[in-house]
């Protein structure tokens, strides 16, 4: 029988990383933060329950098609290996710029109802590059989150369900203007922690190799 209990526990790790990734300023943070300000919570909520949805969706994908590719031809894994260290020290590599060099700039979303809230948050969601490159390295770093149907299945829930919340957390609070200001002042210091995270990561995922 299935034990869900050592499974919600055994992804703590994963869910961590994924975390980390996701809810960091980047392209669905901002289109939620920017659509709270201008239309208010209503419209933001329903960002966030379109972010949720899209992460379930490119999970599966991504997850299934990783699973399929193991099983089939099991030196795959060592090879994605690699490449995510890559892309770890790709995004360490970006973030740590925008702690030095860049400022977050935010133009709030006026008069979005919340169907097209929904829609646009979707689609910035899936055609945002950095979410499949997000499976890559979690696929890479915990192997074990796609090693069942079981596993692939609860762990996308687990990580649609963690992005609705995050995002309908920024939809409450950011509806009103100080805070969004507050969290666009930490904008340097989290993009640096960010960095130094996915260093970490990637040394981490580098050395278990050898």
Not at 18 to 35: D, M, Q, R, S
């Amino acid at each position: 029988m299935y034990n869900f209990g050592i499974s919600l526990i055994i992804f703590l790790p994963a869910l961590g990383f994924f975390i980390l990734n996701v809810f960091i300023p980047g392209p669905n943070v901002l289109n939620t933060i920017a659509t709270s300000m201008g239309s208010g919570r209503s419209s933001g909520i329903a960002c966030a329950l379109a972010t949720g949805l899209g992460v379930i969706i490119t999970s599966l994908a991504s997850l299934f098609g990783a699973a399929i590719l193991f099983y089939k031809v099991p030196i795959i894994y060592t090879g994605m290996t690699f490449v995510g260290v890559f892309f770890l020290l790709y995004f360490a590599k970006r973030y740590i710029q925008k702690a030095l060099y860049h400022s977050a700039k935010l133009e709030v979303l006026q008069n979005v109802d919340k169907k097209r809230a929904f829609k646009q948050a979707f689609f910035v969601l899936i055609a945002n590059p950095k979410m499949m490159t997000t499976w890559l390295a979690v696929i890479s770093l915990f192997p074990i989150v796609a090693n069942s149907f079981y596993n692939i299945v609860i762990f996308s829930l687990m990580a649609g369900i963690t992005s609705f919340t995050g995002h309908f957390m920024f939809a409450t609070v950011f509806s009103t203007r100080v805070a969004s200001k507050i969290y666009m002042r930490l904008y340097k210091p989290i993009n640096g922690l960010v960095g130094l995270g996915f260093i970490f990561y990637s040394m981490k995922l580098l050395l278990g190799l050898f």
